[in-house]
């Protein structure tokens, strides 16, 4: 099951040769990235606070999607499947009949 959190903030960055995809609630993150040694950092502040499976096709739409940024927006999208919607089939539907 996804995560129900929600983020504010969404990027990459690389340390020690790996690009990894990065989640935060404030864009203030940057510091403490750079602080810990991470290089190339590219976070976006997102229009409003969204749930991971919601951020990868956000990403798709802007100009962060483009590159190896693309590939990782795509794992996002992968990884973070929009919930399925509970569909009722005609036999659980409760039909209320009155009597007059």
């Known amino acids: 099951m996804a995560t129900e959190k929600k983020f504010s903030v969404v990027g990459t960055s690389t340390l020690n040769g790996k690009t990894k995809v990065r989640f935060a609630n404030d864009s203030m993150r940057v510091k403490i990235l750079a602080k810990n040694g991470h290089e190339n950092i590219n976070l976006v502040n997102l229009p409003h606070e969204m749930q991971k499976w919601e951020i990868g096709p956000y990403l798709n739409s802007i100009e962060f999607a483009k590159g ?7 794992y996002i999208v992968k990884k973070n499947p929009a919930p399925k919607q509970e569909a009722t089939s005609p036999a659980e539907t409760v039909v209320e009949e009155t009597v007059a």
């Open 68 to 74: 190896d940024a693309g590939i990782q927006s795509d």
